[in-house]
């Protein structure tokens, strides 16, 4: 098994060597000035992919799980009300983990493959003329389908809504890789990690705090102690931690932050469309279904494809690892043994995305897929030749502006 493979689950993603040697450093004081004047730029540095003046980056040790513990457990109150709707496996873990909270959860069931449902939202909240629901939950980028949501529909249905309830996003699989505008789509909590755009180890929180949540944490009655904002950010402003910071992930997400701005953020989110088209013509070269059930909703940094009826998406993930040493995301919750997931999000170029679709089109035709065995590849190459002129001075045009 060569670890020289890239990996096309959707995240943790490949890591570029360039991290990994930023991060193979030797301890700092975390309470000496130097730390200081590394974390603070850090912290205001990653506003800019937030797309932000008006939040506050906080970060944690911990994973986006934590993210999303840390917005609910520092705005809200036992019973209080929240609005979110179920549309794969990761809206799901988040629904769950707002019941383990005790809040009160009106779920708005909706098929995998479809997005947070904008109109339906908007009816429940101008119903809601007592303003009981405090919050509404929306994942931008369901991991486990492959569907991108438009916040954007979700903010003009809470304003069309007149309704006062805050908006907290999880953008884990969506940050910098696709656009994310914190301040435009009036966002309250965003919730992303270190381990899928940002191209590091699993291992920090990276959330983003509107002022509306901080005043909604003077009456929040949630026990909330590590994960505690008001903490982080009083001792953020001042360059320290209230205790003992990841500084290797520091180090890590400040080398991170430059690679994307030195490509350009438009660039990068340019890079993942492109890469996704890609992997999208093979899919559709196949003959092959994704979950995501209209372009609208294609997600640029994961794909869910459906296997053919009387085959199991679980043997072919095995097959492709065991046999070619390279890694593919398993269907999750409803979709496990029916879709596999490439995830084309992070450190990746054309030339990897199509190594990737070389091995899974192999394990295909290994495992007797209905596919011919080449069609997939040729479908990607022919899109990347084509466009890769254009990309190039697009990317050049788009840096300059930048
Ligand atoms: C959309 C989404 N939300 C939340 C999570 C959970 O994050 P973590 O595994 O970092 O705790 C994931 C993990 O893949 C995810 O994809």
Sequence with gaps: MSNQNPVFIPGPTNMPDRLRTKMMAQTVDHRAPDFAGLFKPMLDDTKKVFGTTLGTVITFPGSGTGGWEAAVANTLSP???????RYGMFSHKWIDLCQKFGLEVQVVETPWGCGAPADRFEEILAADTAHTIKAVLVTHNETATGVLSDVGSVRRAMDSADHPAMMF???????????????????????????????????????????????AMETAKLPRCYFDFR?????????????????????????????????????????????????????????????????????????????PEGFDSNRLTDHAYTAYGVSFG????????????????????????????????????DLDYPITLGSGVAAAQEYYRQTRAQAVTQGKENLAAE
Excluded at 79 to 85: E, F, N, S
Excluded at 346 to 356: E, F, H, I, Q, W
């Design 231 to 307: 903490d982080m950010a009083a001792n953020n402003g001042k360059g320290g931690f209230p205790y003992t910071p990841p500084l290797q992930l520091i180090y890590g997400m400040r080398e991170a932050l430059d690679m994307l701005f030195e490509e350009g953020l438009e660039n990068v989110y340019a890079r993942h469309h492109r890469l996704a088209e890609g992997v999208r013509r093979a899919v559709s070269a196949w003959g092959l279904d994704l979950v995501a059930q209209e372009p609208a909703l294609y997600s640029d940094t994961v794909s869910a494809i459906r296997v």
């Design 330 to 365: 398993v269907g999750l919750g409803e979709l496990n043994g029916k879709a596999f997931r490439i995830g084309h999000l992070g450190s990746l170029t054309d030339v990897m995305v199509l190594s990737g679709l070389a091995t899974i089109e192999m394990a295909m035709a």
């Design 169 to 215: 996003v999880d953008c884990v699989s969506s940050l910098a890789s696709v656009p994310f505008h914190f301040d435009d789509w009036g966002v309250d909590v965003a919730i992303s990690g270190s381990q899928k755009g940002f191209m590091l180890p699993a291992g920090m929180a990276i959330t983003c705090v509107s002022p509306k949540a901080f005043a």
């Design 79 to 85: 019973g209080d009300k929240v609005l979110v709707a």
